[in-house]
């Protein structure tokens, strides 16, 4: 069963060829991953560990079956305006192979539950307006549209 773990370096492979198809599905470059690859075990530790980036303290979590990398799911625990705009609390994504067979409602979920055993009461979940997968994770785990312009919706979800 797959669950929300820190990231280990126990999904190295997995993990570098799930995110390989996504950098070439993005058309994104893969320095990055090469870096990651030549030590990974530092690459993962250094994920696990809290962060800031968009100027906001971060947590990340890796959503794993056994070895299997699924995908990844990461934690703002503030807003900043720019976050409220596109962004929100939590932003997630699955690895081609893995898509359509319902891991990221549930990714989702278990992301819910990790921020409200962490104090918060309610998230933003932000996608783009032509993103029907996203919308429908995303009111799957009950999140209410608030409102949509520049074509990202924003929808808070009640914790």
Do not use: K
């Amino acid at each position: 069963m797959p669950e929300l773990v820190q990231p280990t370096a126990g999904v190295r492979d997995s993990y570098l060829a799930g995110m390989r198809a996504v950098c070439e599905e993005d058309g994104t470059g893969l320095d990055w991953l090469d870096a990651a690859a030549a030590d990974f075990a530092t690459f993962a530790a250094d994920r696990a560990r809290p962060r800031q980036q968009w100027d906001v303290p971060v947590t990340e979590l890796w959503y794993v079956d056994g070895a299997v990398y699924v995908g990844s799911l990461v934690i703002r625990h503030q807003l900043t305006p720019a976050l409220r705009h596109d962004g929100g609390h939590i932003g997630y994504h699955v690895v081609p192979a893995c898509r359509r067979r319902g891991h990221a409602t549930a990714m989702l979920a278990a992301g819910c539950g990790y921020c409200r055993e962490h104090g918060m009461t309610s998230v933003l979940v932000t996608c783009d307006d032509d993103n029907v997968g996203s919308r429908r994770v995303i009111e799957a785990n009950g999140g209410e549209l608030a409102s949509e312009t520049d074509h990202i919706c924003r929808y808070w979800i009640r914790l």
